[in-house]
């Protein structure tokens, strides 16, 4: 690693232009901690609005010319699978991820079509793009051979880093926010303090955070506190720039 240090990757999920002002805060709030590169996840066509933002685009253009990292985090971010059968699927992707698990179900083609649509979006912009996150961490088995077949070089899970070429998966469970509920905010940033003390011999830590976090100032100061202590022992990259280095060694 360099430095000598292991790995942090900071990820601000569902970034589109209508979680733009949240995500902006986001950002704020780790520049706040110090300038590191973070991987912002993209999703082209949020909820189904697909019109353009030159305002926006250009904020992630210039966002990138700095440094950091732009990847495909699904194309609509809405479950349109077929009906979960059975308590735990209906569980994940009806409360869980109240119906944004947009790759939990999908068969092999339709998650090519989404990828396929996802990639021209970026292609279309002339930005790069090395990774796909699924919405809520959630690969069934026709995305998973899907995705496979696509030209991403990495995707990660909750639990898991995910390389794709030559394929080796790391365990790097996600540090995360639950911002929904009065409960979720109370005990997540207990939980992810935990997480993050036992994993200091783990190569990776994720950070990972979500617009939703950024209506609720004590989640944030948490962040920040414990994106400083990560730090003290960590070197910040994108997810990609991870996906290099362990593909070296």
Known sequence: ?????????????????????????LL???????????????????????GLDAGYEAALAALMADGHELAL???RHLDHGPPA?????RWLRGVYTRN??????????????????????????GWPVDGFVPPAW????????????????????????HLLSPWRRIWSPSLVYTARNRGGRRWSPRLAATQA?????AGLVRLSLHPADAAHPELLRH???????????????????????????
Request: aromatic share 8%; proline share 5%.
């Open 100 to 125: 944004e698990g947009e790759f939990s179900a999908l068969s092999a083609a339709q998650s090519r079509l989404l990828l396929a649509l996802g990639l021209e979006w970026f292609g279309r912009r």
């Open 223 to 249: 962040a920040q506190h414990l994106l400083a202590a990560l730090l003290a022992s960590r070197a910040p990259m994108t997810k990609s720039a991870f996906a290099r280095l362990s593909r070296s060694v």
């Open 28 to 50: 704020q709030a780790v520049r706040e901690v110090a300038d590191i590169p973070v991987t912002l996840l993209v999703v082209p066509c949020y909820h189904g609005s697909a």
């Open 138 to 161: 959630l690969l069934g088995d026709g995305a998973w051979l899907a995705l496979r077949q696509a030209p991403f070089s990495y995707t990660t899970t909750w639990t898991h880093f």
């Open 197 to 201: 003390a036992c994993m200091g011999a």
């Open 1 to 25: 690693m360099p430095n000598e240090r292991k790995a942090l990757c900071v990820s601000i999920h569902d970034v589109a232009p209508a979680t733009w002002p949240h995500c902006l805060r």
């Open 73 to 75: 985090h699904g194309y």
């Open 85 to 89: 059968s059975g308590v735990r699927q």
